[in-house]
């Protein structure tokens, strides 16, 4: 967990940087981590993944994703189905509601 803590912070310090994130955080229960992080849209996920990809390769050394999921409109998970495949995240369209 120490090497990992580590990582949460540098993930934290490049998220901070980037342009159209909304929340980005995370929290722990015992040995599992729960990153939750929300964006303005597709392209901007993107940039994310694509801005902490090395992060993403040194954290897969020491632990493993259970769970991953991608909330957004229609066109955002159209858009982002393709690239984010080898993650195998679990789709969610957003049908009602609001955001503030």
């Known amino acids: 967990m120490h090497k990992f803590d580590e990582l949460m912070n540098a993930f934290v310090d490049k998220t901070q940087k980037e342009e159209g994130v909304m929340f980005y955080g995370f929290t722990s229960h015992g040995n599992e981590v729960y990153c939750r ?18 992060l993403l390769d040194e954290a897969s050394k020491i632990a493993e994703i259970t769970r991953l999921e991608v909330h957004g409109s229609e066109a955002d998970i159209t858009h982002l189905r393709e690239p984010l495949a080898h993650l195998k995240p679990d789709f969610y369209t957003f049908k009602e509601g609001f955001i503030r």
């Open 37 to 54: 992080e929300g964006y303005i849209n597709a392209h901007a996920l993107l940039h994310h993944i694509d801005n902490v990809s090395e």
